[in-house]
């Protein structure tokens, strides 16, 4: 099982970036799939997740209407669209899957929102 993310940067307050996650090793399209974040000094948060099929989806109250999580499974594949960057955005981001009982993480990607 390997999640690679990608995307990450610097962006000005306001800004947006895209993250991506391709998994591979597994049946991607068979389990859900969340986006966590670290802040320097902080412990790792739950930022979004989305169901296997993409249906149903849900978010931290911090992120809700600015981040948009999806998936392409053809793709093995999802993203995190984030809007309206804001500079308590900045942390590391992480791809996140339970797999067969056992955690697995990405390398995550660095998010640095700042003018």
């Known amino acids: 099982v390997q999640l690679v993310e990608s995307g990450g940067g610097l962006v000005q307050p306001g800004g947006s970036l895209r993250l991506s996650c391709a998994a591979s090793?597994?049946?991607?399209?068979?389990?859900?799939m969340s986006w966590y974040r670290q802040a320097p000094g902080k412990e790792r948060e739950l930022a979004a997740i989305i169901t296997s099929a993409g249906r149903s989806t849900n978010y931290a109250d911090s992120v809700k209407g600015r981040f948009t999580i999806s998936r392409d499974n053809a793709k093995n594949t999802v993203y995190l669209q984030m809007d309206s960057l804001k500079p308590e955005d900045t942390a590391v981001y992480y791809c996140y899957t339970r797999w067969r009982g056992y955690a697995r993480w990405g390398q995550g990607t660095q998010v640095t929102v700042s003018s």
């Open positions: 090793g597994f049946t991607f399209s068979n389990y859900d």
